[in-house]
């Protein structure tokens, strides 16, 4: 079992800037990817960025590229997004995810554990 715990949102401004963190914890492998999804308010859960575990490989959502930067930090067992020049389409619950098939998937069903999400609020 792995369990994923996010932390760092919050209402920010547009143009501002947010980090978010997921720490996982539990039986996590070398060959785990990582992603985050955004949902909004009445809308399906949508890709936003993924990374594999060496952090050496990256794939972003089309809409969030130059904008959002994901990393991970393999000591802490920690994955962070990055967001800047946030919009107010931007606004929703951020959700950490898992998947132990070792490719960065942009589909939720690809992921096998998720977090509880953290609520992101960018006001115009």
């Known amino acids: 079992q792995v369990q994923l715990v996010e932390s760092g949102g919050g209402l920010v401004q547009a143009g501002g800037s947010l980090r978010l963190s997921c720490a996982a914890s539990?039986?996590?492998?070398?060959?785990?990817?990582m992603g985050w999804f955004r949902q909004a308010p009445g809308k399906e859960r949508e890709f936003e960025a993924a990374i594999n575990w060496s952090g050496t490989s990256q794939r972003y959502a089309d809409s969030v590229k130059g904008r959002l930067t994901i990393s991970r930090d393999n000591a802490k067992n920690m994955v962070h997004l990055q967001m800047n020049s946030l919009k107010p389409e931007d606004t929703g619950v951020y959700y950490c995810a898992l998947t132990t098939r070792g490719v960065l998937g942009h589909l939720t069903e690809s992921y096998d554990y998720w977090g509880q999400g953290t609520q992101v609020t960018v006001s115009s």
């Open positions: 539990g039986r996590t492998s070398s060959s785990y990817v």
